[in-house]
């Protein structure tokens, strides 16, 4: 199904900025615990700082209804280093190599879900993705079936890792998952 919003690129500054507007989307979309919504804010803000960082913001009537954010993933950031871990750790090293050497790591991508099932998650994942020079995209996604999930995998994203717990987090696992871009369209395999 395709969508009438309208998709902006904000910049490193103007992405900081609607931080609060964009948690707002978070909130409706992830449902976490209130508590920890100042610390998602100051990761987001911290992440605009990070190497080539690009962030989409899905508008309805000038009202973020979705956004999505990346960022050229290296050795010294926290994810990444958690994740080559934990692949070396379980004997994964080929998919360290394969898929973390230079990676586009796709921190972010949430729709408010009255908005979801209508092509905008795949719309701002494709436009966050379209013209970058990494060989690969990476992200991290709940463990089991999801609506994500399906969405990833129909963009050419295999798992590489199942069930991660990060440290320091109490929420339910996690599955890295990673593709060689450009991302593939769908319908097309």
Request: proline letters at 10%; aromatic letters at 8%; glycine letters at 6%.
């Amino acid at each position: 199904m395709e969508t009438d919003c309208e998709l902006r690129v904000l910049g490193p500054p103007a992405f900081t900025h609607a931080v609060p507007a964009l948690l707002e989307v978070y909130e409706e979309a992830m449902r976490p615990p209130p508590e920890q919504l100042p610390g998602r804010a100051l990761v987001m803000s911290t992440h605009a700082r990070y190497p080539g960082f690009r962030s989409v913001v899905a508008f309805e009537a000038n009202t973020p209804i979705g956004f999505a954010y990346a960022f050229h993933g290296a050795p010294g950031q926290w994810w990444h280093d958690m994740v080559t871990k934990a692949l070396r750790s379980r004997g994964r090293q080929q998919h360290a190599r394969r898929y973390l050497s230079d990676p586009w790591e796709i921190a972010e991508v949430h729709v408010r879900p009255e908005a979801q099932n209508r092509g905008i998650g795949r719309n701002m994942l494709h436009s966050l993705c379209r013209d970058r020079r990494e060989r690969t995209a990476v992200l991290s996604t709940r463990s089991g079936p999801s609506a994500a999930r399906h969405l990833y995998h129909s963009c050419g994203f295999v798992t590489v890792l199942e069930e991660y717990s990060f440290p320091g987090t109490p929420d339910p696992p996690f599955d890295i998952m990673a593709a060689r871009l450009p991302l593939r369209v769908s319908g097309v395999r």
